[in-house]
């Protein structure tokens, strides 16, 4: 039986492929040209001068249906070595999904060519990608930071007990840095600078040298920035995620959020590259927060061990949604 692990994010879709692991990571982006609409490209494949850029992946969601189907049938048919053997999926699916969001989930597995379908809640596969053990009936907490939102799920007995999604997200963070920088020295700075900014840590006075282009003359040039400055611009979107985690353990019962004031957080997504973010949530919630080893790719791997396992998927099934 051919079973493949999809993760679709809204900045990057991964494959896992049994005994192979995390054989595609892609940008979930769909390059089509402006005036034709022509699909010019997928991907890696992106960038091209003078086209398009579409992300039609949000929140885990497809954002737009038939892109989102072009996109997940063209990264299947990269990585499935068996044409003639459609492949079995493993998707994650946001705790906060209604049944039309899954309908449109299996409507883009199938016209991708799939012959079934498996749905995880997402805190349940990015736990199981962090090495959280979810099958004890302890209470667990994992705050994914993606693209363009942060979901935080509370987990006892291999189910999501609590779950909450507000709509900030990495990209969020990034904006903050590239305003402040805009603000305080005219540049503007590229996506790959402003997370090397994000990941830079130190003492507060300590200086981040930064790259960009003028704003008025169009030159390159550099300015040091001060890492307090970093961390005042990012600190309103990540009490905003602070906030969401609070709201979601005060729906747990009482045994579970003394358990988590044990326990603590695990963080995972791109955002959890945040340099202190770890820090600051632990005094926001007041418990325990560690980043996961492979942040990035926790849900990934997460479907990864249900792809392995054919007895965890069996078992999951009576939670997926």
């Known amino acids: 039986m051919s079973l493949l692990g999809v993760d679709l994010g809204a900045a990057r879709t991964r494959i896992y492929a049994r005994r192979r692991g995390i054989v595609l990571d892609e940008p979930s982006a769909v390059v089509r040209d402006a005036r034709t609409g022509r699909i010019v490209s997928y991907g890696a494949e992106t960038g091209d001068d003078g086209h398009e850029t579409c992300r039609p992946v949000s929140g885990g969601l497809p954002a737009d249906d038939e892109l989102t189907r072009l996109l997940v049938r063209h990264f299947l048919r990269r990585v499935h070595r068996r044409p003639f053997a ?36 997402h805190g349940l596969a990015a736990a199981l990608g962090a090495g959280v053990p979810v099958g ?85 040039r550099a300015a040091s920035l001060p890492v307090r400055l970093v961390r005042e611009a990012t600190r309103q979107p990540v009490e905003t995620i602070a906030q969401a985690a609070v709201d979601t353990v005060e729906r747990c019962p009482p045994e579970l959020v003394a358990d988590l004031g044990e326990r603590g957080a695990v963080l995972v997504g791109g955002g959890a590259l945040l ?44 939670v997926a949604p």
């Open 275 to 318: 340099r202190g973010l770890d820090r600051w949530l632990r005094v926001a919630l007041r418990m325990p927060v560690r980043r996961a080893e492979r942040p990035v790719e926790s849900v990934a791997l997460g479907l990864g061990r249900c792809v392995e396992d054919q007895d965890l998927v069996n078992r999951l099934k009576a």
């Open 136 to 220: 004890d009936g302890a209470g667990w907490m994992v705050i994914d930071i993606g693209r363009d939102a942060a979901r935080v799920a509370v987990l006892s007995h291999g189910a999501v007990v609590a779950a909450g999604t507000v709509p900030v997200g990495g990209r969020a963070l990034t904006l903050a840095v590239a305003r402040l920088v805009e603000r305080e020295h005219g540049l503007l700075l590229d996506e790959d600078e402003v997370e090397a900014v994000k990941r830079e840590h130190g003492p507060p006075d300590r200086q981040v040298l930064v790259r960009g282009r003028d704003a008025e003359t169009g030159r390159e």
């Open 86 to 121: 459609r492949p079995r999926l493993v998707m994650a699916v946001p705790e906060h999904a209604t049944a039309i969001d899954r309908a449109a989930l299996r409507e883009v597995a199938y016209e991708a060519e799939a012959r079934g379908l498996l749905l995880v809640p």
